[in-house]
């Protein structure tokens, strides 16, 4: 598979080339966030005490022992992995996405974007999507609904009120405009090289992207995740959808 960094530029089919210093054949890691209510700040501290926080194993063996974890495993694992990452990078680390997400999806014009507002330790989208907006993309956030059910999306633009929602996220207005994304944005804990995602165990994601594509919708679903969360495989059930891309704060693939 060939890789698409900041400095990628996009050809005809599936496939992009990785150009500038980056060798080819390098991995290119990635980043992500998710539902926040608007008041919350992010907690950042780019530190070199935080930096020393971030002490993680990125060798193959490394790769090769989270491989064998279970799933549950791989999410405890990831946990504790993004949140030192986040305190050592996270206040930088939306930036460097923006810019990223930006080039991805100059791509992908036209159709709703679907995002989701940071919390705990996901990176911070909110500068990509207000950029987006900027740039006259339509945007929506996701609401959960309820237990095994697919997410509803919401039209939202910079500044519009957020309430809280179910399991600690944040959402526009209820009442509001209903909004079906043809891009989506996927927070996630970990991914592989197949664009497997790791999420949190609820399933939302998988439901609604399944019932988006049985539905002859068309999308393009791109993971939100640290580099470093990339792991050898991700251990998947019949119900896992995989992604079109992982976006990180280093670039794409």
Known sequence: MRLRGASGRSNPGANVYLEG???????VPAHGSHLHTQATRVRQIPTAEAASLLQLDTSPDKGATLATLTKSEHRREAQTRRAKIHEAIGATAGMTLRDNGLRLLAQHPGGPISGYWPMRSEPDLRPLLNALAAI???LALPAVVGPNQALRFHKWQPGAELVPGA?????????GPECLPEIMLVPLLAFDRDRQRLGYGGGFYDRTIASLRAAGR??????????ELEIA??????WDQSLDAILTEQGWF
């Open 218 to 227: 068309a999308l393009f679903t791109i993971g939100i995740a640290y580099a």
């Open 136 to 138: 006259g993309r339509e």
């Open 233 to 238: 495989h991700i251990p998947t059930d019949h």
């Open 167 to 175: 399991l600690g996220t944040a959402t526009p207005d209820p009442d």
């Open 21 to 27: 210093t980056v060798p080819v054949g390098a991995v």
